[in-house]
Every structure is written in C-alpha cells, then in structure tokens.
C-alpha cells in the first residue's frame, strides 16, 4: 500500500508506491498541509484503484516523469500531449533547491571534515566558479550539457598554465567540486545525476629539475649565511615547503637523531599535513644533524618554528624564494628552478645512492611507490638497502676530505 510522505530538505509532499514491482516515488510542489495532504491522498487512491483495476496509465497522471524509462516500454512511449490533458493540478516534476541555495547546504555539511586550506579552496571555487554558472538553476535541471559547456568556458580563462590559460588540474579541481555537490544532490532529491561519463582532463607529465651533488653543496656553500640551515634542511631530507617552513622545536628530536613531520604550513598557519602518509619521521643525516644544531642557537630560544624571522614568526616562501632563492640561482649561473626542485633533488640523491625505493618513498610522504616510480623512474637503479645508510655514505664521501674505502655490500 502506498504512502503520502514529506521529504525533509524541502518540506514538499510526494507519493512513494509501488507498479509493476517497482517502488516509484513522484514529487509534488505541495507544501505539508492538512489541505495539501488530504489532496495528494484523493490522488493516491486514484492510482492505486487504477493499478488495482489493471488500468493505470502512468504517462497520464504524470507526464515528464523520470520513472516513465524505469517502466515497460509501452509505458514509456505513450503520447505525452494527451497526458498533458490531465485535470490533476499537482506538480510532477521533483522540484529541486537552486544549485546556490543547495551547494551552501552541502559546504556547511560537508566542511567539518576537511582541513582548513581546503576548505578555503573551496569555497573559491565555489564562488569564482560554480555559483557564477549555475547558481540561479534548479540542481534537477541542470545537465550534462550544461556540465560540458561550462567546462569548455574554464578551460578558455587566463590562469598559471604552461598556455597561459587555467591548467587541466585546475580544471580538474573545479569539476571534483561541482560532481561531488550534483551527486548528493541527486541522492538526496531522487533524481539521475547528469555528471555521467565524464573524465578528468588529463594531466602532463611531471618534469623534474634535480640539482646534482656538486650544484647542492655549491648552492649551500654560497647562500647568505642565515639561510644555510634551511637549505641544508630542505636539500637533504625532501620534506615540502609547507613542512620545512612548518616546523617547530617541539617535533625536532636530537637525541633518536628525527625529524618529526606532523604539520605544514599554509597562508601562515599549521595545520594537519597534506595526508595521513605525510606524518613521518626523516632521519636527520650528517649535514642536517649538525645544521639543526647550529639553528637552535640562533632561533630555539626565540620562536616555536625552526626556521622564522627576526619576529618569531614562520618564513613567508615567497618571499624567501624571490630576495634570496632566485638570485642566488642568477649569481650561481644555475637555470631558474622553483624552491619545490629542493624535494626532487632529495628524492633523486637518495634513489641514487641505492636506497631501496620503498625506504624513499616513505621519507617523501608517500603512501606507496607509485608516484615515486612516475616521477623518478629514470633515477631508480637496482636498490636493495632500505636505512638511509647508502645516502649517509654518499653524503660522507663527498665531504670527507680523507680517502675511505670502498665498501661492498650483497645484494638480496
């Protein structure tokens, strides 16, 4: 036996029965009314009696609906016009929020699990983006269409690309957010979702400018005396910008020799780092140990954040790369490269000393070697140790000014 129910986000009445074998629900745009309510009833039992008589024509108490593809084709292609005839003055179309009223509902849900950089990136594209296109439709109106028209517009906008236009990650980053609002959208108000089929743009390639050994230690050699450390740091343990710039006292432990990464820095705060593969700890090998050591005595005792400026406060990267960065680079004669090559280079001595590619891509953060052999394919050899021992050697032998022996070691 059918049902006249009220659905929650809206407060609008629909039916909810069952024809052959289906549970079908049809949206009414009554408000829950006595009145209302005593109407969609008189109508239910209409259908219901037609049903049990083996005389319903669904096309013709409701004309449009979704429901007519899930029937039997002779259902499905009865003439609309006549059914359009029906005397009943009650909605037949699921009648859905405007996307800008349901997509701040799904923000406010939704945000409580996110961290808070991407929270604030979402909500710009939200505003910059998705309001501005589909913010005054319907959320069951819009189409896929729609969804690939609007997609063709960004890619046309000025953006940060090799092309000088938005990037297809970019791109990306819009379409994940406006998939995600339509399909909750779609569960929550039972209709198909139009964001069907569609794939991601696909991305370039990764091209990574590592610096070699001899650049390393002549970028080190001659960088401005106080910033030293920090690209000590950054060259010889592959920690992000964000986690460098982020770290504080507390989690540097000099007696296990570890770094501890547990936050990263973003627009001037810490928060939670990028994932949960990020929390790791780095060994602090010979160069940084003895680089931390030295940075203590000058910041340890006036700010929380290892690396920070006269105030106590975290470095702002951008404004370290442009005044000491770049031009260190000009004066150097080395091609201009971001700040971020400082993790490729880490990564590429340490698969080149031989360390195991698992051992390495546990000190980047990553969760797995997938994207270690994507990015660094060209730099894995055959590696069989996974302690960090192989890249402390070779750090040891290019700055050890004795001659060592050579060491065999077997292979597994």
């Given at each position: 036996?059918?049902?006249?129910?009220k659905?929650?986000?809206?407060?609008?009445?629909y039916l909810?029965?069952f024809?052959?074998?289906?549970?079908?629900?049809?949206?009414t745009?009554?408000k829950d009314t006595p009145?209302?309510?005593?109407?969609?009833e008189?109508?239910?039992?209409k259908v219901?009696?037609?049903?049990?008589?083996?005389?319903?024509?669904?096309?013709e108490?409701?004309?449009?609906?979704k429901?007519?593809?899930?029937?039997a084709?002779?259902?499905?292609?009865l003439n609309s016009?006549?059914?359009?005839?029906t005397?009943e003055?009650?909605?037949?179309?699921v009648?859905?929020?405007?996307?800008?009223?349901?997509?701040?509902?799904w923000?406010?849900?939704?945000k409580i699990q996110?961290?808070?950089?991407h929270?604030?990136?979402?909500?710009?594209i939200?505003?910059?983006?998705?309001?501005p296109?589909f913010?005054?439709?319907?959320?069951?109106?819009?189409t896929?269409a729609?969804i690939?028209g609007?997609?063709?517009?960004?890619?046309?906008?000025?953006?940060?690309?090799?092309t000088?236009l938005v990037?297809?990650?970019?791109?990306?980053?819009?379409?994940?957010?406006?998939r995600?609002?339509?399909d909750?959208?779609a569960?929550?108000?039972?209709?198909e979702?139009?964001?069907?089929n569609i794939k991601?743009?696909k991305l370039q390639?990764t091209?990574i400018e590592?610096?070699?050994?001899?650049?390393?230690?002549r970028?080190i050699?001659?960088?401005r005396?106080?910033?030293?450390?920090y690209?000590?740091?950054r060259?010889f343990t592959?920690m992000?910008?964000?986690e460098v710039d982020g770290?504080?006292?507390?989690?540097?432990d000099?007696?296990k020799r570890?770094?501890?990464?547990r936050?990263?820095?973003?627009?001037?705060e810490?928060?939670y780092t990028k994932?949960?593969?990020s929390?790791?700890e780095?060994?602090?090998?010979g160069?940084v140990?003895d680089?931390l050591?030295?940075?203590?005595a000058?910041?340890?005792r006036?700010s929380?954040?290892?690396f920070?400026?006269q105030?106590?406060?975290?470095l702002?990267?951008?404004?370290?790369?442009?005044?000491?960065?770049?031009?260190?680079?000009r004066?150097?004669?080395?091609?201009?490269?971001?700040?971020?090559?400082?993790?490729h280079?880490?990564?590429t001595?340490f698969?080149?000393?031989g360390?195991?590619?698992?051992?390495?891509?546990?000190m980047?953060?990553h969760s797995?070697t997938?994207?270690l052999f994507?990015v660094y394919?060209?730099?894995?050899?055959?590696a069989?140790?996974?302690?960090?021992?192989a890249?402390?050697r070779?750090?040891g032998n290019a700055?050890?000014?004795k001659?060592?022996?050579?060491h065999?070691h077997?292979?597994?």
């Amino acid at each position: 036996m059918g049902k006249v129910r009220k659905r929650k986000e809206t407060g609008k009445l629909y039916l909810d029965f069952f024809y052959q074998g289906l549970r079908l629900r049809e949206q009414t745009a009554l408000k829950d009314t006595p009145a209302n309510r005593k109407k969609v009833e008189q109508l239910l039992a209409k259908v219901e009696a037609k049903i049990l008589l083996d005389d319903f024509d669904y096309a013709e108490f409701f004309p449009g609906s979704k429901n007519l593809k899930k029937l039997a084709p002779t259902q499905a292609t009865l003439n609309s016009t006549v059914a359009m005839q029906t005397t009943e003055s009650i909605s037949q179309q699921v009648e859905t929020p405007l996307f800008n009223d349901f997509a701040e509902q799904w923000f406010e849900e939704s945000k409580i699990q996110w961290r808070a950089s991407h929270v604030r990136n979402v909500r710009s594209i939200l505003d910059s983006s998705l309001k501005p296109a589909f913010g005054k439709k319907p959320v069951g109106d819009i189409t896929k269409a729609d969804i690939m028209g609007f997609r063709a517009k960004l890619a046309k906008r000025k953006g940060r690309g090799t092309t000088g236009l938005v990037s297809p990650k970019t791109i990306n980053s819009h379409m994940t957010i406006l998939r995600m609002v339509l399909d909750e959208a779609a569960e929550r108000f039972d209709f198909e979702t139009p964001y069907k089929n569609i794939k991601p743009l696909k991305l370039q390639k990764t091209h990574i400018e590592p610096f070699s050994l001899h650049e390393v230690h002549r970028i080190i050699d001659n960088v401005r005396p106080d910033y030293r450390n920090y690209y000590t740091v950054r060259f010889f343990t592959g920690m992000r910008t964000g986690e460098v710039d982020g770290l504080k006292w507390k989690n540097v432990d000099f007696a296990k020799r570890e770094i501890l990464v547990r936050e990263t820095l973003i627009n001037g705060e810490t928060e939670y780092t990028k994932t949960d593969g990020s929390q790791r700890e780095i060994p602090m090998f010979g160069p940084v140990y003895d680089a931390l050591k030295t940075q203590y005595a000058a910041t340890g005792r006036m700010s929380q954040y290892v690396f920070s400026n006269q105030l106590g406060q975290p470095l702002d990267h951008n404004n370290v790369t442009k005044r000491v960065w770049y031009p260190l680079l000009r004066s150097l004669g080395l091609t201009k490269r971001r700040p971020y090559q400082t993790r490729h280079t880490a990564a590429t001595l340490f698969l080149a000393s031989g360390e195991n590619p698992e051992w390495v891509a546990r000190m980047l953060g990553h969760s797995s070697t997938e994207m270690l052999f994507k990015v660094y394919s060209r730099y894995v050899p055959n590696a069989t140790r996974m302690d960090g021992s192989a890249f402390e050697r070779l750090l040891g032998n290019a700055t050890s000014t004795k001659p060592e022996k050579e060491h065999r070691h077997e292979t597994a």
